[in-house]
């Protein structure tokens, strides 16, 4: 008996450019200070001047988001954290500063690349009215309708920066890689959407009380690199990287299920304040 032909496949157009966000990448440099003390006075400022050209996040080059900074500890001396929608642009900036000639003297020490993603945990306008009736708001009451309707004013804007995301004006920031575990008791995937729904809201609303303190994004590494997620946060102060991460600690979704890579803190620079603290310019006599 004939069931008829297979459905066509769908024509998907062959892009490097997601359809929805950017593509994201954290790249993390130590110097070589042994290489930087054989260079003489003018060919360390030319060094300097290549590598500045080429982090400028206004150059015609750049990628549509590009944010340095200086890191704290050995785990590297600073960090570059990109986003454009074409992954050739954020990587050609990793690769014109090996090629620079300040490259000799430049050791990567840790990438991360991912894309911006909007979470399956994030409500729908027609979701959190449910969220609101379960919470107490009778359908249809005045204070249902203006919680909806703020909900669904804020709902676009905050899709938008999660997937082209703008840095904010806070000085400190700390980026780490996790997983979801998927051990014989303790795996996240085989949990209802239910289930993973309410442990992620609980997590939400833990971090919601530190806005105003500290921004938070959430990229995907999901067969893009060694894990599963990178979490980027930046905050008014660096106290506040502390805290958040204590408290969310305790919420189910990370007390039970969640597994933490590297911890890279730093403190955001221009490009060119950034070399003056790694003591990258011209000799001193001192």
């Not at 620079?100 to 003297?105: E, I, P, Q, R, V």
């Amino acid at each position: 008996m004939s069931t008829g032909r297979p459905p066509a496949p769908q024509q998907v157009p062959i892009s490097l450019e997601p359809t929805d966000g950017w593509h994201c990448t954290h790249l993390y440099y130590r110097f070589d200070r042994a290489v930087l003390a054989k260079l003489s006075d003018d060919e360390l400022r030319a060094a300097r001047d290549h590598a500045l050209a080429i982090l400028d996040p206004a150059g015609s080059d750049a990628p549509q988001r590009l944010q340095t900074s200086v890191v704290s500890g050995h785990k590297a001396d600073f960090g570059l954290m990109l986003m454009d929608p074409h992954p050739p642009k954020i990587e050609s900036v990793n690769q014109r500063l090996l090629a620079s000639k300040l490259g000799a003297a430049l050791i990567p020490s840790y990438s991360f690349v991912s894309i911006t993603e909007i979470s399956e945990y994030v409500p729908s306008v027609e979701q959190y009215g449910k969220k609101l009736v379960a919470e107490g708001d009778a359908e249809g009451s005045p204070a249902y309708a203006a919680k909806l309707k703020a909900y669904a004013d804020r709902l676009p804007i905050m899709n938008r920066q999660r997937l082209t995301p703008d840095f904010p004006p806070y000085p400190a920031t700390c980026f780490y890689p996790m997983n979801k575990k998927r051990k014989v008791v303790e795996n996240w995937f085989l949990l209802s959407f239910e289930d993973r729904n309410r442990m992620m809201a609980e997590h939400a609303k833990s971090g919601m009380t530190f806005a105003g303190k500290v921004q938070q994004l959430i990229t995907v590494g999901l067969g893009l690199d060694d894990w599963e997620w990178g979490v980027t946060l930046w905050a008014k102060n660096p106290q506040y990287l502390t805290h958040i991460v204590y408290r969310m600690r305790f919420d189910e979704a990370s007390a039970r299920y969640a597994e933490f890579g590297p911890f890279y803190t730093s403190y955001v620079t221009t490009p060119a304040e950034m070399l003056e603290h790694c003591k990258v310019g011209a000799k001193q006599s001192s």
